[in-house]
């Protein structure tokens, strides 16, 4: 049974920083891609960025470039996402998602090409 349960959200004043992690369980963590996607109300789930199973590739939403950073510890069987310069319209519920990827193939950026979702983690920045 694959579980990944997220972490760290919160209430940040913009400008702040927030530390996501997520720990997953139940699956060979190295052979699957991880990714951040986001959601908030009224809008489709998008994604913020992920890491390929190995670590060499990443790819990060165009709005988040620069401030967020991916990554992943494959001993812990983890993967945090630092958000530096939140802004409000980072405000979102956050989910961690895992996509299998046995090449390390360039990291799907749909929603529908991941198999597990965590429950989701509260994120608002206020302004």
């Known amino acids: 049974q694959v579980v990944l349960v997220e972490s760290g959200g919160g209430l940040v004043q913009a400008g702040g920083s927030l530390r996501l992690s997520c720990a997953a369980s139940?699956?060979?963590?190295?052979?699957?891609?991880m990714g951040w996607f986001r959601q908030a109300p009224g809008k489709e789930r998008e994604v913020v960025a992920a890491?390929?199973?190995?670590?060499?590739?990443?790819y990060y939403a165009d709005s988040v470039k620069g401030r967020f950073t991916i990554s992943r510890d494959n001993v812990k069987n983890t993967v945090s996402l630092q958000m530096d310069r939140l802004k409000p319209e980072d405000t979102a519920v956050y989910y961690c998602?895992?996509?299998?990827?046995?090449?390390?193939?360039?990291?799907?950026?749909?929603?529908?090409?991941?198999?597990?979702w965590g429950q989701g983690t509260q994120v608002t920045v206020s302004s």
């Open positions: 890491v390929t199973g190995n670590g060499g590739r990443t």
């Open positions: 139940g699956l060979t963590f190295r052979s699957y891609t």
């Open positions: 998602a895992a996509d299998l990827n046995l090449r390390d193939s360039i990291p799907p950026d749909r929603a529908n090409e991941y198999d597990y």
